[in-house]
């Protein structure tokens, strides 16, 4: 229903920008005297018409994809090994692995947050930009030790003024939400090739389960 609103809101003012924009050239090329305005004003103010309600959501995008390929990059500045407790003797990561049993798996997330912690900046900020674009900084800490191993940034937008008012989320062009590919590298868990990553295997770490 709501893409029905949106395509006949759009038909709609299609029609009606093409409208103005035929009666403001016809006036501009008579004033002028020069018949041959008439074509040429018609089209530069058609599309500016149509494209004005979407015009900060199209400058936006540009500056939302470079935002979001800034966030591709995941800082790594520190690994914690592990054996056995997280991955399986030939060392396979135990946490998305379905053919193990479930309560095995849950002991291994159990044990993983014993060794790091994950931490947001709450609700995050916004960004310069024609759109609203806020962005939250996620770190990863050595729970024994406190250091950082990690820190990550991610975006998101409701896209421009009419992409806010017509939808919940996202826009016309732009994805609601950006974040590195190793963030959400499973489907099954999130940050589980992150995690896998800083917690790599070592079989001469002992078990600690």
């Known amino acids: 229903m709501e893409g029905l609103l949106v395509l006949g809101g759009g038909a709609a003012w299609l029609a009606l920008s093409a409208w103005i924009a035929l009666r403001a050239a016809r006036y501009s090329a008579k004033v002028a005297g020069r018949p041959w305005l008439t074509d040429v004003v018609f089209v530069v103010l058609w599309a500016l018409l149509f494209l004005a309600p979407v015009a900060d959501e199209l400058i936006g995008k540009f500056q939302y994809e470079r935002y979001c390929k800034e966030a591709e990059e995941v800082k790594i500045y520190g690994t914690v090994p592990v054996g056995q407790e997280l991955y399986t003797v030939d060392g396979k990561w135990k946490i998305p692995d379905m053919s193990l049993p479930l309560e ?103 078990d600690t389960k």
Do not use: H
């Open 104 to 206: 095995e798996r849950n002991q291994a997330i159990k044990i993983k947050d014993s060794i790091i912690r994950w931490e947001l900046d709450g609700l995050g900020t916004e960004a310069p930009a024609a759109i609203p674009i806020r962005y939250r900084n996620t770190k990863i800490y050595d729970v024994k030790t406190g250091r950082l191993l990690a820190e990550l940034k991610s975006y998101s937008t409701r896209g421009g003024w009419l992409s806010r008012f017509l939808f919940e989320r996202g826009g016309f062009f732009v994805e609601p939400q950006c974040y590195p590919d190793m963030l959400y590298g499973s489907k099954m868990s999130r940050g589980t090739q992150l995690e896998e990553t800083i917690l790599p295997f070592n079989k001469n770490v002992g």
